[in-house]
């Protein structure tokens, strides 16, 4: 291991990047949050609120996707309704013919 | 070549790293999911049966698996008569908060495979994780034991992270995960590279530019390889805020996984329900997710056909490095096609 790697994997660098970490997510949160109530001030749409429409279309996509399984769930149990159907009656489709 | 011209031709290959073509074999979208997206690449020669889905990483992209036109796993993989999937995982953003690991484990992965079944009209899928992506593969066979897998490949994939040099700084206690994982909902990917940057400093930070700036000199720089290495590494999307707190907390604060402790939506992942045709593929230089942190999934998993591929080579570069099209790559399709036959 390089000299540069082992200093990095000592813990006092580990502790001093824990605090430097802490610092800096702090400082760059203070900063965020001046500058979205700036924004709504202004009557502006800030990034929450942004956020926040998004996260109502995520909602509504999840719901989306819970009807897209089901629809598939109905297909693929009409699809096998079919071919035993087709089997009891002595003719075999193909499943290009049974969708 | 003369200082002056090398400088121009330096700072060329620097300031257009961003324009070099990644992921150019042609695909098409199957499904899309909030930011995730199935896409399925075009081929005219599909032999296999069995369809294999490639996963990648919350952190950087999956155009690595397509880096560049004559260095891509994706064309390879066609080329040897393979039909292939990708689930990219997409950029998350603020909104995407709430996606913790069950998102992915419980229900994107396992929406991601049935929509692959049913592009392909297949029964059994292969799934191909890489690094978080094989963890996150790796806990949705242990979770779901009617799961259409039949082979799972997990590459350099982090299982274990006791005495991991990365777990050496978020694991200690001074590290307050819950702290950055409440500032940003969505944990901006510049930081998480810049973590992982630091853990070879000088290779990262100094080396890569000092090698670029000598080859430049010499004429042997090769921009080809470089620019579209380099764009994949700055292209980093953010990391939902939940999803990055599980991941610090579950796998490295307490290492939940080989401790048989890890729930999700209240079910115990228990590595011994792997029970698929098992490739473990690790790499001898890698600082990422050394060996020893993937080795201990031969002490649970209960799959009978397990082989383990153990190269030289670091996280990435064993799998995209310009060497991997004739040392890895034909041994991973070898693998695979052996049990993709119907």
Known sequence: ??????????????????????????????????????????????RRDIARLGQQLARTEDKLESVLQEVERLQDELRAEREKAARTNGAPRSRAQSQ | MNPGRAAVEYANTLLTTE??????????????????????????????????????????RPTIFDLRPGNSFVSFLLEEGFDVFL???????????????????????????????????????????????????????????????RNLVLLTTPIDTTDSRYGQWVARDSFDVDLVADAYPAIPGRMIDFANKLLKPKTNFWDTYANL?????????????????????????????????????????????????????????????????????????????????????????????????????GHIGLMAGSRAREEIWPDLAGWLAERCSE
Request: glycine share 6%; net charge negative; charged share 25%.
């Open chain 1, 1 to 46: 291991m390089e000299k540069d790697e082992q200093l990095v994997q000592r813990n006092a660098f580990g502790e001093l990047l824990a605090m430097a970490t802490e610092n800096v997510v702090a400082l760059a949160k203070i900063s965020a949050d001046v500058g979205d109530l700036t924004v709504r001030n202004l009557r502006l749409a800030g």
């Open chain 2, 19 to 60: 324009d070099a073509a990644t992921g150019t074999t042609p695909r098409d979208v199957v499904w899309t999911h909030r930011k995730v997206t199935l896409y399925r690449y075009r081929s005219s020669q599909r032999e296999h049966a069995v369809p294999v889905l490639l996963v990648f990483a919350l952190i950087n």
């Open chain 2, 87 to 149: 689930l990219d995982w997409g950029e998350p953003d603020d909104e995407d908060a709430d996606m913790g690991l069950e998102a992915y484990v419980c229900d994107e992965l396992p929406w991601g495979i049935r929509e692959t079944l049913r592009a392909a009209e297949a029964d059994e899928v292969s799934l191909l994780g890489w690094c978080i992506g094989g963890t996150v593969c790796a806990m949705h066979c242990a979770l779901t034991h009617d799961t259409a897998v």
């Open chain 2, 213 to 313: 700036w000598e080859a430049t000199r010499e004429g042997k720089a090769r921009r080809d390889a470089y620019q579209p290495m380099a764009k994949w590494v700055a292209d980093n999307p953010p990391f939902p805020s939940r999803a990055y707190r599980e991941w610090i907390t579950w796998m490295y604060k307490e290492n939940r996984l080989v401790r048989g402790r890890m729930r999700l939506r209240g079910r115990r992942v228990d590595l011994r329900a792997i029970d698929q045709n098992l490739l473990v593929v690790t790499a001898g230089a890698d600082h990422i997710a050394p060996p020893p942190g993937t080795a201990p999934i031969f002490d649970f998993v209960s799959s009978e056909d397990v082989t383990h591929f153990d190269r030289p080579g």
